[in-house]
C-alpha cells in the first residue's frame, strides 16, 4: 500500500513572529523555516509503516515555492521514497491545498493518507478533513496512536475528554496530534541518499485546481499587549493581591 | 436567512460551548437554529431550546450520532445547510473534526476559531500561535465557522424554541465507534473554570503533579497541563494547555514549573489575571504574568496550600 504525506514549509516554531507594521503580514525575511511539526510527525508514521512492511512507498508532497522542496529533501532524508512539488508562489487556503492533494490522490491512489493536524502559521487544522470530505473517505483525526489492519485502521484520536478509539475502512485520511510518535532525526547517510531521491514538479495549473484567495484578508494585526507586573515577595503578598483583584 | 449552530453535548448534557456558540451565530445571522445531534438526546434538546436567542431546535436522534463521528454528521449536516447562510461549532475537538468537511464538501473555505464577529463578513481569528490577529473577510455565499469558546460570552437562558424532529440522513458506515478513555473529574471544565491551576515539566512526576489537587480543591480550579507535562505522561493528552491544546481565559491562571513558551501562551494569555511560580527568575512566563513568585515550587506550593487553609478555603 502507498502511503501519502503532504508537508508544509512553515515559520520555524522556536522563531518569534513579528507582525509588520503596515499590518501586511508577517515578517518573512530572512526567517528559519522548517517542515511544519505534526507532518514530522506524520512523515515518522509514514516511514515506520515502511519499515513495518505495510506500506510499501511514502510519496511526499508539498505545496509552495521552490524552497517547498528543501522541506520535502527533509522528509525524503527521514525515509520517504519520492516527493511531488507543486509549486506556486502564491498563498494557499486549505480548501485549494485540499483540492490539489485531492487530484494527487486521484492520480496516485494511495491507500492511507497521513496529513498534520494543524499548520502551525494558519492554525486552521482543516486540510485533513477537507481532503477526506473531497474524496469521500473516512477520518481519523488528532491521532495518538494507530494499528492498520489489512483494509482497516484502528485510530486512538485525542478528544477533549480523553482519549476516543475509531476504526475506519481504507482508504483513509488520518492527522497526526503530538503523541503519535517522536519523529527521527535524519542521519547523514541518509541525508546524502536522499539527494538522489526524484522529486517531481508540478503546478495548481496541471492539476486543474483554481487557487485564487475565496477570503480577502484586511489587515494582520498584533495582538492586546499584556503588560508583565510584579514580582511578590512570597505566599501572603500574593493571596493578599489576588483578593484585591476579587479572584479568589 | 439564518445561521445553524451545532450543539456541543454528551447525549445527557448540553455544554455551555453551544451558548457561547450562539452568541457568536446571532451576530452572523438570525434567526439562530440549533442541531442537536445524538443518540436519546431529548433532554439536550429541551435545553438547547431554553437558550435565549434560539429560534428552533433540531433534533436528529439516531444510534449513527451517538458519538457525533464526522462522516455521519457530514452527511447530516449537508441534508440540510440549504436553509442557512452561516453553520458554526465551537472549536473543540468535535467541531474541528466535523466543520471542515461540511465546508469541502460546500465549497467553501472554513473560518477557524474566530474571538470577533466585526460584521457578519468579517471575522478575527488568531494564527501564528495567537502572535498575530487576521481580519479577513469572507466571500459572499455560505459561511462555515467554528469559534473559541472562551472569545465569546455565553447566551443566557429564558428560550422557548420549538424542537423539530428530523430524520438521519443515510451514512456509508465507513467509520466506527471502539472505544473510549475519558478522564474523570469532579472538577469544572478546563474551558470554562474561573480559575486553572496547570503544571509543567517542573513537577517532575506524575506523583508531584498531584501535588496542585489540594490548591485545586481550594479554589475550586480546573487542572491543565503544559506540553511538556503530557508528553512526560504526568497527566493524560486534555490536560494541555496551548496552541495546540486548549485555549482558555479564566479569571485567574496559576503556571507552576512551567516556562512559558510561546505554544504554551497561545491557549492562556487572555486569561484575567496570570501568576507564575517558577525558580528561574529569567523564565518567559514572568512577561505575561501579573504576580510573579521566584522559588521553588516544592516550597511553595505546599506553602500556598497552607496559607490557603488558614484563610479559610477548604
Ligand atoms: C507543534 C508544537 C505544538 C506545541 N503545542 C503546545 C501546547 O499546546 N501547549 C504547550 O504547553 N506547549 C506546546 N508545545 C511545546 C512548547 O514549545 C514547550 O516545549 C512546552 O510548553 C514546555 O513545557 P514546560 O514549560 O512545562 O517545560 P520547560 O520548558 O522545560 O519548563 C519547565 C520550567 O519549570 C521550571 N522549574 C523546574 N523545576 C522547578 C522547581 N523545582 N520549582 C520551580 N520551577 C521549576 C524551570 O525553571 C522551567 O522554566 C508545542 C510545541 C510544538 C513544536
Ligand atoms: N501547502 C501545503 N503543502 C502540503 N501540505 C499542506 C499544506 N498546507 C497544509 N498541508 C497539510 O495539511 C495539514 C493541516 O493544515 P491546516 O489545515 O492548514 O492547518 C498540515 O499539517 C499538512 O499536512
Redesign the interface.
Known sequence: MKVLVPVKRVIDYNVKVRVKADQSGVDLANVKMSMNPFDEIAVEEAVRLKEKGKATEVVIVSIGPQQASETIRTALAMGGDRGILVKTDQMVEPLAVAKILKAIVDAEQPGFVITGKQAIDDDANQVGQMLAALLGWPQGTFAHSLELADGSARITREIDGGLQTIEVKLPAVMTTDLRLNEPRYASLPNIMKAKKKPIEEKSPADLGVDITPRFKVLKISEPPKRNSGVKVSGVPELLDKLKADGVI | MASLVIAEH?NASLKDATHKTVTAAAQVSTPVHVLVAGENCAAVAEAAARIAGVEKVLLADAPSYA?Q???PM?ALLLSITDKYDAILAPA???G??????????L???????ILKVISPD?FE???????????????EGKKVITIRITAFAAAGEGGRATIEQIVAASD?G??????????KSERPEL?SA??VISGGRGLGSAENFKLLDSIADK?HAAVGAS?AA??AGYV???YQVG??G?AVAP??YIAVGISGA??HLAGM?DS????AINKD?EAPI?????????GDLFK?IP??DE??SK?G?K
Request: net charge neutral; hydrophobic share 40%; glycine share 4%.
Open positions: 454528551d458519538r463521528l464526522a462522516e457530514e473543540t475537538t468535535t474541528k473534526n466535523i466543520l471542515p468537511r461540511v465546508a469541502a464538501r465549497d467553501v473555505g472554513q473560518i477557524s476559531e468579517t481569528r488568531p494564527i501564528y500561535a495567537g502572535n498575530a490577529i487576521e481580519t479577513l473577510r469572507a466571500p456509508a465507513h467509520s466506527k465507534f471502539a472505544g473510549e478513555a475519558l478522564s474551558t474561573k480559575v479554589l506540553r503530557v508528553d493524560p493528552n486534555d496552541q495546540t486548549k479569571d485567574l510561546i505554544q494569555k484575567r489575571k496570570i501568576v527568575e514572568f512577561q505575561v504574568a501579573d504576580y510573579g513568585l521566584v511553595i506553602e500556598l496559607e490557603l484563610r478555603y
